[in-house]
């Protein structure tokens, strides 16, 4: 009996411990679950799961846009703007020309002889070019395999001219149901549908000129290419938000950005004015402090501020032989007593003339030629560093010149040097949106026609034969070589 019970009391103690064990073991297992449930849950129901965060150091897990093929039919500048934009985001861009042509703009503006233009070059970097006459037989086969292992179709064709191609939505889509058709036009539906629009034609059409100049001026369109390129980066987010869809929906969509909306969207301030009216003068625009009454539409403001803070281009030291010796200076309320001691007016600050921003809205005009008068006995850099100190926002006017030979932004990759084979090295503006892990290389433009062979072969998976008799029958034209490119 002695001995069973020291048995009984080491069994007891068993149990618990094998137990014990077990939940040990247990315990890995269940912290494991989420982890896998996690990979496989759908990110925000786009159809797409969520991978594993990479290992791999910041910048070096491939682009952005890796995987995503663009088939490229546009030219000039909206278009291409876009393709661009996509190009530098890592999606593999096929630019689609004219045998012996090519986009009309490598021959505009040309400041090298017998080189592609900065027009073209600046419009067109990390893109591959395929020579195709779309009208042969041998022509439209080849853009049936394109149309099958791309993406997305970018143009930005008058309008029905990719129809009469013979590339309409219907025809597109039986080929590839997951093809996203992306189109830069003039004018949405409507009235003007028809109508070709070029740059001035969209910032006319959009509401820009009319509220850009001086109240007794004539309408001015802007220097910006807000029409062109403006509408271009507004349809490069439509094509990733029709691909990012796709994920879930498996289909492809069209994708169309209007010329006129684009403009419009990017004077949205504008159209806020002119439901302000309605209910009394806008008392920020300067004509308000000049007693002159408002018409039945947004004006003309000069450099009125369009955001609510009273604002001018003022004149700095060397204005009578340098056209851009001038900075823009704002009036912000939160900074006024800053600006009446930097300028040598603090009396100002308690002056019931000038302490308040409603009592200032009526002598906007005299307190911009005071200012001025400082501004004046100092250069803009100047003007600007004792702004800035004090958070008095300002901002010069930079020349093209100066951004140009800018440090900061060759730095930033904003500004580029590119080496091109036959008009050698030029700047072009680099990727303005700048992502930690997706980094941009800004590479040359293509030569005419310079991938074809690269394309049908790699890409389209022609055989030799197949593309004898594809250059044959003249659909590709005739391809142009690169001469050695130097090394870095």
């Given at each position: 009996m002695a001995k069973k019970k020291p048995a009984k009391a080491k069994a007891k103690p068993r149990r618990p411990a094998a137990k014990a064990r077990s939940v040990a073991k247990a315990k890995p297992r269940k912290a494991a679950k989420p982890a896998v449930k996690v990979v496989a849950r759908k990110a925000n129901g786009n159809g797409a799961t969520i991978p594993s965060p990479s290992k791999k150091p910041w910048g070096g897990d491939g682009k952005a846009l890796s995987g995503v093929r663009i088939l490229d039919f546009t030219h000039v500048q909206s278009g291409p703007t876009c393709t661009q934009l996509l190009a530098w985001m890592g999606a593999d861009v096929i630019k689609v020309e004219r045998p012996g042509i090519g986009d009309i703009t490598r021959g505009q503006l040309r400041d090298v002889k017998d080189a592609d233009s900065l027009y073209f070059t600046m419009l067109n970097h990390n893109k591959r070019s395929i020579t195709l006459d779309s009208k042969s037989k041998q022509g439209m086969a080849v853009l049936e395999r394109l149309v099958k292992s791309c993406d997305a179709l970018v143009e930005n064709f008058a309008p029905g001219?990719?129809?009469?191609?013979?590339?309409?939505?219907?025809?597109?889509?039986?080929?590839?149901?997951?093809?996203?058709?992306?189109?830069?036009?003039?004018?949405?539906?409507?009235?003007?549908?028809?109508?070709?629009?070029?740059?001035?034609?969209?910032?006319?059409?959009?509401?820009?000129?009319?509220?850009?100049?001086?109240?007794?001026?004539?309408?001015?369109?802007?220097?910006?290419?807000?029409?062109?390129?403006?509408?271009?980066?507004?349809?490069?987010?439509?094509?990733?938000?029709?691909?990012?869809?796709?994920?879930?929906?498996?289909?492809?969509?069209?994708?169309?950005?209007?010329?006129?909306?684009?403009?419009?969207?990017?004077?949205?301030?504008?159209?806020?004015?002119?439901?302000?009216?309605?209910?009394?003068?806008?008392?920020?625009?300067?004509?308000?402090?000049?007693?002159?009454?408002?018409?039945?539409?947004?004006?003309?403001?000069?450099?009125?501020?369009?955001?609510?803070?009273?604002?001018?281009?003022?004149?700095?030291?060397?204005?009578?032989?340098?056209?851009?010796?001038?900075?823009?200076?704002?009036?912000?309320?939160?900074?006024?007593?800053?600006?009446?001691?930097?300028?040598?007016?603090?009396?100002?600050?308690?002056?019931?003339?000038?302490?308040?921003?409603?009592?200032?809205?009526?002598?906007?005009?005299?307190?911009?030629?005071?200012?001025?008068?400082?501004?004046?006995?100092?250069?803009?850099?100047?003007?600007?560093?004792?702004?800035?100190?004090?958070?008095?926002?300002?901002?010069?006017?930079?020349?093209?010149?100066?951004?140009?030979?800018?440090?900061?932004?060759?730095?930033?990759?904003?500004?580029?040097?590119?080496?091109?084979?036959?008009?050698?090295?030029?700047?072009?503006?680099?990727?303005?949106?700048?992502?930690?892990?997706?980094?941009?290389?800004?590479?040359?433009?293509?030569?005419l026609g310079e991938h074809t062979d690269e394309i049908l072969s790699k890409v389209l998976k022609f055989t030799p034969a197949e593309i004898a008799e594809i250059k044959a029958s003249g659909a590709t034209g005739e391809a142009a070589k690169p001469k050695a490119e130097a090394a870095d």
């Open positions: 001219a990719l129809d009469r191609m013979g590339l309409t939505w219907q025809r597109i889509h039986s080929w590839n149901p997951r093809m996203v058709v992306a189109s830069v036009k003039g004018f949405g539906p409507g009235p003007y549908e028809d109508c070709k629009v070029y740059e001035n034609v969209a910032q006319c059409a959009g509401g820009s000129a009319s509220t850009t100049g001086f109240r007794d001026g004539p309408p001015l369109v802007t220097g910006a290419q807000i029409g062109d390129s403006g509408t271009g980066l507004h349809l490069a987010l439509g094509i990733v938000c029709a691909l990012y869809q796709r994920n879930r929906t498996g289909r492809g969509q069209r994708v169309l950005a209007a010329m006129q909306d684009g403009v419009l969207n990017l004077c949205r301030v504008k159209l806020r004015d002119q439901q302000r009216l309605k209910h009394g003068p806008l008392k920020e625009y300067s004509q308000f402090g000049q007693n002159i009454p408002f018409g039945d539409s947004v004006p003309r403001a000069g450099n009125d501020s369009g955001g609510g803070q009273p604002g001018w281009i003022l004149k700095c030291k060397g204005w009578e032989t340098d056209p851009d010796a001038y900075i823009y200076f704002i009036t912000q309320a939160p900074v006024w007593e800053k600006i009446c001691e930097l300028i040598g007016r603090p009396e100002w600050k308690t002056d019931p003339n000038y302490a308040t921003p409603p009592a200032r809205l009526p002598r906007l005009k005299a307190i911009f030629d005071t200012i001025e008068e400082w501004t004046m006995t100092k250069t803009k850099f100047e003007v600007m560093a004792l702004c800035n100190a004090v958070d008095i926002p300002v901002g010069p006017i930079l020349s093209m010149k100066e951004l140009a030979e800018e440090p900061s932004l060759r730095a930033t990759g904003t500004i580029v040097e590119v080496d091109h084979p036959t008009r050698g090295k030029y700047l072009s503006v680099g990727n303005p949106i700048k992502l930690s892990d997706s980094i941009t290389e800004v590479t040359r433009s293509p030569l």
